[in-house]
């Protein structure tokens, strides 16, 4: 598996227009690629980012690199999902984060993975 730090380097920020406001940005990224592990087939997928900046803002077209780098990457869905949350929380640092995954069938079934923070558990 690739080093994960080498994907968030891509990552992009630009200063929030409005820090004083809360304010919702979304990102439907309707065309992801990862492999599945076991199999080696491809992973088709959305990916949904739905945030409350605090200071900045990532951009789009390092965020479209950022994701391309999963296409040849063998990563189960929970993992890719968290892994993704990890590296937004990283360079971004919003008030708030939801990064859904919706992967299309297979088989018969098709999974949606849903990471948020602050993590609504604790």
Request: charged share 25%; with cysteine; glycine share 4%.
């Amino acid at each position: 598996m690739s080093d994960s730090t080498n994907f968030a380097d891509v990552l992009e920020v630009f200063d929030n227009p409005s820090p004083e406001r809360n304010f919702t940005i979304e990102h439907h990224c309707p065309e992801f690629t990862s492999v599945c592990p076991k199999t080696g087939q491809p992973d088709y997928g959305t990916v949904i980012f739905s945030y409350v900046p605090d200071q900045i803002c990532v951009e789009l077209k390092s965020l479209k690199m950022y994701l391309q780098r999963f296409r040849n990457e063998g990563i189960f869905y929970e993992q890719v999902t968290n892994r993704i949350m990890d590296d937004f929380l990283d360079k971004v640092k919003p008030r708030q984060a939801k990064i859904e995954t919706r992967w299309t069938p297979r088989g018969g079934l098709n999974s949606n993975i849903i990471v948020q923070f602050p993590d609504p558990v604790s």
